[in-house]
């Protein structure tokens, strides 16, 4: 069946260091989506992708980037980690850009000490 | 930017009962309309979706409404079990979805 992975699923950094979140999925999707959740917050865009090589920015992108060199996977890293980043971090992808199911990723959660 | 309001915040029914959650959004350009609910501890998962040319949609005991002149649609929850108990989020979508902050709805037994 196909799916969507995160890896790690709980990470504890020290403010300042790059980390780096992984989503991996096997719908052979081209759009991809990263998200915060915060409380009171709901899900917050950070980053997404419509395809290989592109990589677009979300409403909360400050202090993360990503990349895409392949369909399956769309890495998140923080630069430089802020104890603001202390959040969960979901992946999703779907098979149209705006209008069909997100599929989630189990969710990472990153605390930043 | 699209903006989607989500009210209540916390919904506490006795089981049995009906649960409705209500959302308004800004662009009016938005066409795709869905719900997610949210265990504890769980990824997000559709539940229901509606497009712009749709007025109404049911699916077992959950059911939404779309208003279109008004910006607003809502989520219906019939003879509300306690396994309901999650958070739900509504989004609105022209290109990609902006999220409300979610409602934790708590059924009692």
């Known amino acids: 069946d196909a799916e969507i992975t995160q890896s790690p699923r709980h990470k504890i950094t020290e403010t300042g260091r790059q980390v780096t979140l992984a989503c991996h999925q096997t719908?052979?999707?081209?759009?991809m989506f990263w998200y915060r959740q915060d409380l009171g917050h709901g899900l917050r865009l950070i980053h997404y992708?419509?395809?290989?090589?592109?990589?677009n920015k979300g409403e909360v992108s400050d202090g993360y980037s990503v990349s895409r060199s392949n369909t399956e996977d769309l890495p998140l890293t923080l630069e430089s980690a802020a104890s603001s980043q202390t959040s969960v971090y979901f992946c999703?992808?779907?098979?149209?850009?705006?209008?069909?199911?997100?599929?989630f990723g189990p969710g990472t959660r990153l605390t930043v000490t | 930017g699209e903006n989607v309001e989500q009210h209540p915040s916390t919904l506490s029914v006795q089981e049995g009962d009906s649960a409705v959650i209500k959302c308004t959004y800004s662009?009016?350009?938005?066409?795709?309309f869905p719900w997610y609910k949210q265990e504890l501890g769980k990824r997000p998962q559709l539940i229901i979706d509606?497009?712009?040319?749709?007025g109404e949609k049911k699916d077992q005991r959950i059911a939404v409404t779309l208003n279109k002149t008004a910006k607003h649609f809502s989520l219906h929850i019939t003879e509300t079990q306690p396994e309901d108990s999650a958070v739900y989020f509504c989004?609105?979508?022209?290109?990609?979805?902006?999220f409300g902050a979610g409602t934790t709805v708590t059924v009692r037994a």
């Open positions: 719908w052979n999707h081209n759009n």
């Open positions: 509606i497009r712009s040319n749709v």
């Open positions: 992708s419509y395809g290989v090589q592109d990589t």
């Open positions: 662009d009016s350009a938005s066409n795709y």
């Open positions: 999703a992808s779907s098979e149209s850009p705006g209008g069909s199911e997100q599929y």
């Open positions: 989004a609105a979508s022209r290109a990609k979805l902006s």
